[in-house]
């Protein structure tokens, strides 16, 4: 796999001409060498098994014993590809010994633990655990901080310490760099520190590790090396940067560039209504311009793992440092108040057929934050039920990734089959792949958050 350099000019000295070289060096050493990912959720199952397919011995250590139960069971959110690259790991690991650390076919083996002490076994370790934001929008540091600090407190001479997770600029150094050298451990020396940030796209068969370039920069030359020796491994390409705050902040600016794009599909689309047009077909005339655009979509609010989330690293960091960044601020602003909006357009709807929110019979259809996932980590969906139950809404779901959740003290079943003259109004939110909507052309109120079923005949948009 190649290795690509970062501009020449960027900072000089830190990457040395022969990066490529340097890569290959270390390339032997970790061909088949123990790779140890730490949290094995949506980033870090999936990476596990690409090492695993690309040859490596995995070490997989999450603190919940009921995600390794459930990966074990094979209970777990993946792409088909990525079920059956597990299905294959567990049979091998149930056909072999425990000693035995390669499959027949060459394939290495998952070992699925909850003791950090595995760690010690690792030529590398992955940290790949969730960077969320409090109800405050503020960043959540605790698991990645736990988890940095255990990898720190296990280290051995000679091992590699890559960072995933979506952070701040200057968490590496502060939560791996800082505290090896507070155990006597020389980083670039004794071991190895490098940042890479995940690229995981969720439920998306178009973007697969193996399709995907890595970022990485490393503390010093040798550990940027080792890391892009391991990472190119499962993916088409390595870009080396000149430092982890060099990668740290391309991964900021990723998500938020996909923020604010975002914000202002929807504010457009809100334009458009106005002026009664629909969004959709403006949008997808506008991307046939070969340059200078890329489509953003207008929906119900944004969700996930990243987006809702990211951007706030780089805004708490600014504000600390009494930087202002007003316009990625209103960008979230608008994000975080789109679920609202959502709810406001409904009592619109009702209200024009002369109902009231209070005892209207509403359904969403789906609740998983996007398409083809089961996810609802800050779906937009939860907060749309959550206002109209407090509105005295009698809220239904019907979602087939998602059997139950969770709205205050009630739990909410999805529905199995949606009773067609009984809504006073349908809400499209998330439409997965192979569903079948025919059912919504009989219904009298539909609103679609998707802005994408245009062939519903009783159709509103936001």
């Known amino acids: 796999m190649p290795v690509e350099l970062a501009a020449a000019g960027s900072s000089p000295g830190l990457i040395p001409l022969d990066a490529a070289e340097l890569v290959e060096e270390h390339a032997a050493e970790h061909a088949t060498a123990a790779v140890a990912v730490v949290g094995l959720g949506y ?31 094979r209970e777990v959110d993946l792409l088909p590809s990525d079920h059956q690259r597990l299905a294959d790991c ?15 076919d060459g394939q290495g083996r998952l070992s699925l633990t909850a003791d950090p002490a595995e760690l010690r076994r690792a030529r590398t370790v992955l940290i790949c655990v969730p960077t969320p934001v409090d109800r405050h929008q503020v960043p959540d540091l605790t698991a990645m901080a736990a988890a940095c600090a255990t990898a720190v407190a296990h280290a051995v001479p000679g091992q590699l310490l890559v960072l995933t997770s979506t952070t701040y600029v200057g968490s590496t150094r502060d939560l791996l760099v800082k505290p090896l050298a507070e155990r006597g451990l020389v980083v670039g020396q004794d071991v ?20 995907t370039p890595r970022v990485v920069g ?6 940027t090396a080792r890391a892009a020796a391991v990472l190119r491994r499962t993916a088409p390409s390595v870009h080396v940067l000149p430092s982890p705050e060099d990668a740290e902040m391309t991964k900021l600016w990723e998500n938020t560039f996909r923020a604010v794009n975002i914000a202002l599909a929807n504010e457009f689309a809100e334009d458009c ?6 969004p959709s077909p403006i949008i997808e005339a506008a991307a046939t311009k070969p340059y200078g655009f890329m489509p953003f979509y ?13 951007p706030h690293y780089l805004l708490w960091q600014l504000r600390a440092k009494r930087i202002s960044s007003p316009l990625i601020d209103a960008a979230m602003t608008a994000i975080a108040g789109r679920p609202r909006q959502v709810v406001r357009r409904v009592r619109e709807l009702l209200a024009d057929r002369g109902l009231s929110v209070s005892g209207a019979r509403v359904l969403l259809v789906g609740v998983a934050y996007k398409p083809g996932v089961a996810d609802l980590r800050e779906s937009p969906a939860l907060e749309i039920l959550e206002e109209l139950h407090q509105d005295g809404a009698k809220v239904h779901f019907a979602d087939p990734l998602v059997p139950s959740l969770r709205l205050g003290d009630d739990v909410l079943l999805s529905e199995d089959a949606p009773e067609t003259e009984s809504w006073d109004l349908v809400l499209v939110h998330t439409v997965h792949p192979g569903a ?8 009298p109120n539909v609103l679609d958050a998707t802005y994408r079923l245009d062939s519903v005949p009783a159709r509103a948009i936001l």
């Open 298 to 310: 207008p929906g119900p609010g944004v969700g996930g793992h990243c987006i809702p989330c990211d």
């Open 43 to 73: 980033v870090g199952l999936p990476t596990a098994l690409a090492l695993i397919a690309a040859g490596n011995e995995v070490i997989g250590l999450d603190a919940s014993q009921a995600r390794l139960d459930a990966i074990r069971r």
């Open 273 to 278: 209504r106005g002026l009664g047009l629909d």
């Open 192 to 211: 190895f520190v490098a940042f890479s940030p995940e690229r995981i796209d969720p439920g998306n068969a178009r973007h697969t590790q193996e399709s």
């Open 436 to 443: 079948d909507l025919g059912w919504l052309a009989e219904l």
């Open 90 to 104: 567990l049979a091998a690991d149930d056909a072999q010994s425990a000693s035995d650390a390669r499959t027949a």
């Open 218 to 223: 490393g503390s010093g030359a040798g550990s």
